[in-house]
């Protein structure tokens, strides 16, 4: 899985846009490197999914502690372009309720101004 990362509109904001998926062999080292960059950077991250094509119970689980992170913190996440599997995935394992989600970044990143 590759991971880019953009400024968002402010500087505690940063857009995390992983590709690929979002499984057992990609999800320690997608949390790992997210963390690091939300500890860094900023407190507001957006994941965009619009690349991600596939989300397993390791992947929910890395989202998971994300959100843990983030609420310690007094971070926030938001996803978005959340479609597909991912979408799914999410909805069923009701993991989606810890989350806002955004139809797109766009409108994620325009929420907190």
């Known amino acids: 899985m590759e991971i880019k990362f953009s400024r968002g509109v402010k500087d505690n904001q940063v857009v995390v846009l992983p590709q690929g998926d979002l ?16 500890d860094s950077v900023a407190d ?22 994300l ?7 007094g971070g926030k996440i938001q996803l ?3 479609n597909g599997t991912p979408k799914k995935v999410l909805e069923m394992s009701n993991i989606i309720r810890l989350f806002i989600v955004a139809t797109d970044v766009e409108t994620a990143l325009k929420s907190w101004e």
Request: without cysteine; charged residues 15%.
């Open 67 to 73: 959100a843990q992170h983030a609420k310690t913190f």
């Open 44 to 65: 507001h991250l957006v994941l965009d999914f619009s690349s991600v094509r596939y989300l397993d119970s390791s992947g929910v689980g890395a989202l998971i502690r």
């Open 23 to 38: 499984d057992l062999y990609a999800s320690v080292a997608f949390f790992n490197t997210v963390v690091a960059r939300f």
């Open 80 to 82: 978005a372009n959340l």
